[in-house]
């Protein structure tokens, strides 16, 4: 009467948590660091689109805006004066800089 059951053992379940706990240790820190990553390329971009579109401004009206408002709503929305991190653009000259 020495019936063998099928199961895992107690040692086999530890190891199994061991391991997804180790690969959970590894892969969640860097998709932090990638999500910023993402972050900090999306307002590269945006800078680079509002900084083309002063110089547009520039084009049709022989000076620069006096700030980043005077683009709304003929050469930028106004979801892109800030940044996806929320941080402000501002404008000096042909420079457009982001103010934190």
Known sequence: MNKKK???????MLIVLLV???LMILIIP?????????TDK??????ALVE?????????NREYPA???KLIPDYI?????????GDKLTIS???VRVES
């Not at 099928?6 to 086999?12: D, M, P, R, S, V």
């Not at 999306?42 to 800078?47: H, P, Q, R």
């Not at 929305?77 to 991190?85: G, H, M, S, V, Y």
Request: with cysteine; hydrophobic share 35%.
């Open 30 to 38: 860097n998709l932090a660091k990638r999500s910023n990553d993402i």
């Open 52 to 60: 083309a579109q002063v110089n547009a401004y520039y084009i049709e």
């Open 67 to 69: 700030d980043i408002t």
């Open 93 to 95: 000259g042909n420079e």
């Open 20 to 22: 997804i706990s180790v």
């Open 77 to 85: 929305k106004e979801d892109q004066t800030t940044c996806p991190n």
């Open 6 to 12: 099928n199961g895992f053992t107690l040692i086999e």
């Open 42 to 47: 999306g307002c590269d971009a945006l800078i």
